[in-house]
């Protein structure tokens, strides 16, 4: 619970302790308690694919994590859309939102929020972004573990 990351590839984990609470992590071949989490990646779906994750056991129950993306200027002549792989299995599982920065406003929960258990395989989700077309905008994840070590959520 106590591992800082600050870059997750392109996207930047917020800092501990000021804005939220724990950080999303880089993970190969399934979390580090059993029931929870996925066992590989979705896009390669072998050891060596890789994706981010929030770890609950060690005292990370009821935990926020804030995962921002950089800024993206989104077209005006076709709408854009988000598109992501998440896996959110686990009996004591919590919460997955998507967020968003545009002129400088925070508008939460972009689409509907994911919560409790979604079973145990990769689910992909889609948003349309065409609100914002033509605007220059940050895509933000905002995961919140459940109140048990079983809640170890993934996004690919």
């Not at 302790?17 to 066992?39: C, H, K, L, N």
């Not at 919560?115 to 395989?121: E, L, N, W």
């Not at 940050?138 to 993934?154: K, L, N, Y």
Request: aromatic fraction near 8%.
């Amino acid at each position: 619970c106590d591992t800082p990351c600050d870059e997750v590839g392109l996207f930047r984990n917020a800092m501990n302790g000021g804005e939220d609470d724990i950080d999303w992590r880089v993970d190969t071949a399934g979390t580090q308690t059993a029931d929870t989490g996925p066992a590989l990646d979705h896009t390669m779906g072998d050891e060596y694919g890789r994706y981010i994750y929030l770890e609950a056991s060690g005292g990370c129950t009821q935990q926020e994590a804030l995962l921002t993306g950089p800024c993206l200027q989104l077209p005006t002549s076709t709408p854009a859309q988000l598109t992501f792989w998440n896996h959110l299995h686990g009996s004591g599982m919590g919460e997955l939102h998507v967020d968003l920065y545009a002129n400088g406003d925070l508008v939460l929960d972009i689409m509907p929020p994911l919560i409790g258990d979604q079973g145990d395989a990769w689910q992909q989700a889609a948003v349309s972004l065409a609100p914002w077309a033509g605007q220059v905008v940050t895509i933000r994840f905002r995961g919140v573990t459940g109140p048990t070590h079983v809640s170890d959520m993934a996004l690919d």
